[in-house]
């Protein structure tokens, strides 16, 4: 079955600098990759999603990276900023499925 | 913010209890979900449904129950309550046509049980 692994480490940066979180997946690729944020006690928040044949999608400074050859996808946060503090989730949509398939996040701490 | 709401917020109580988490979105949304989380831990799918009177069990087993009688509720339910329980409940909702499945997610019920 499809597994997903993001760093379970902590991300500890400071403000200014680039953020870049890490989502590897086995077995077949997405029709779609998403990225969603969540802060303690909350529900995710969706972020943006990078279908399968793109390699690069950007909103503001958020930038995703999808290379299915490596089965990976780079999350970057530009000029990061301690409101950025949170923990990031990647979920996978196989094709032809509505079912999200989530990774256990990684936490970022922007340090002022 | 979403138009999705999760009610309670916050349940302690004790192992034998009947329950109901409640949840309601008002995007007309048909597809609804929900999700089991425990700390630092990934999201798995317990339920979820594809519109009225439409309901199925997730990936990950449950003892919980679910109805959809209309499309803006979806509520889950728990018989008999036991601290093997103790998990935080997210609800969630995504709107048909949409390829991608974008997901908008309640607040959570943060559930203990004694």
């Known amino acids: 079955s499809q597994k997903i692994e993001q760093n379970s480490e902590a991300l500890n940066i400071q403000e200014g600098k680039t953020a870049t979180l890490t989502c590897n997946y086995t077995?077949?690729?997405?029709?779609?990759l998403q990225w969603y944020r969540q802060d303690p006690g909350r529900g995710p928040v969706f972020l943006l999603l990078?279908?399968?044949?793109?390699k690069e999608k950007r909103k503001e400074r958020l930038k995703v990276t999808f290379d299915t050859t490596l089965k990976q996808s780079l999350f970057h946060i530009t000029a990061s900023q301690p409101a950025d503090s949170a923990t990031y989730l990647c979920?996978?949509?196989?094709?032809?499925?509505?079912?999200?398939?989530f990774g256990s996040g990684t936490r970022l701490l922007v340090r002022p | 913010e979403a138009d999705i709401y999760q009610t309670p917020r916050y349940l302690v109580i004790g192992t034998g209890k009947k329950i109901t988490l409640e949840c309601s979105q008002t995007?007309?949304?048909?597809?609804m979900y929900w999700y089991q989380q425990d700390p630092g831990m990934e999201l798995h799918l317990i339920h979820y449904?594809?519109?009225?009177?439409?309901?199925e069990k997730g990936d990950l087993s449950s003892e919980s129950t679910v109805s959809r009688i209309r499309t803006e509720h979806f509520p889950l339910t728990l018989e008999s309550a036991r601290p093997s329980h103790t998990s935080q409940y997210l609800c969630a909702s995504s709107a048909s046509g949409v390829s991608y499945n974008e997901q908008f997610f309640g607040p959570g019920t943060r559930l203990t049980v004694l």
């Open positions: 979920a996978l949509l196989m094709d032809s499925s509505y079912k999200l398939i």
């Open positions: 449904s594809y519109g009225v009177n439409s309901t």
């Open positions: 990078i279908r399968e044949n793109e």
């Open positions: 077995n077949y690729s997405p029709a779609y």
């Open positions: 995007m007309g949304h048909d597809k």
